[in-house]
């Protein structure tokens, strides 16, 4: 989902002054932070784009990239891998936050989670775009104060941090824009 809203105005400092060159202003390019967040899975892959500016987050897009249980792994893997590839040409973040593998007592459904955060990881390099991993409780941790958090808590929160009317759904959706404002509130630049 793309953020269409006759309200998405520029965020503080993104908007070139003329005065950029003078040597008293930071560049807005470096003031902003696009922060790609992913919560990989093998039959839902969850993306979301966030921008900051300072404490100010906003929504630039979000969604779900799906892949039938039907298909033979490798060509659900190749589907993943090309969308995520079109997300990142499409929205250019320069930064990235992903869910790291947790402990699971179904090992099969614990490797195709890793098979895709595999390939989540190399589209990512190959664009040259530096990851950061949290565990699923330091991810919801960061966005609602309690690493207990369940997945409606963590959707709400992560509607009232971006100023959503609804929280965003499909909770991989929302747990991939929870990723990303974990990815800001953690890393520095």
């Given amino acids: ?15 070139k002054t003329g ?13 902003t932070r696009r922060v790609l967040g ?6 839902s892959t969850g993306y979301g784009v966030v ?13 779900v990239i799906e892949t039938p249980a039907s298909a033979p792994r490798g060509e659900r893997l190749l589907a993943i891998y090309s969308r995520l590839c079109a997300v990142l040409d499409e929205w250019q973040p320069r930064e990235a936050g992903m869910e790291t593998l947790y402990f699971a007592k179904n090992v099969s459904s614990a490797m195709a989670v890793a098979e895709a955060r595999g390939v989540a990881t190399l589209c990512l390099a190959q664009h040259c775009v530096p990851l950061g991993e ?14 207990s958090a369940g997945k409606k808590l963590v959707q709400e929160y992560v509607r009232l941090l971006l100023g959503l009317e609804a929280p965003p759904e499909p909770d991989h959706a929302a747990d991939a ?10 890393a520095r630049v």
């Avoid at 989902?1 to 908007?15: D, H, I, V």
């Avoid at 824009?177 to 953690?186: E, K, N, P, R, V």
Wanted: proline letters at 7%; one cysteine or more.
């Fill in 134 to 147: 949290y565990t699923p409780n330091t991810i919801k941790l960061s966005v609602t104060g309690t690493a």
């Fill in 177 to 186: 824009l929870a990723a990303a404002i974990t990815h800001l509130h953690s």
């Fill in 19 to 31: 005065a950029e060159n003078s040597g008293f202003f930071i560049r807005a390019e470096e003031r």
């Fill in 51 to 63: 921008e900051s500016c300072g404490n100010r987050y906003r929504l630039v897009a979000y969604g």
């Fill in 38 to 43: 992913i919560d990989p899975g093998l039959a």
């Fill in 1 to 15: 989902m793309k953020n269409n809203s006759p309200a998405f105005n520029p965020l503080p400092g993104t908007q």
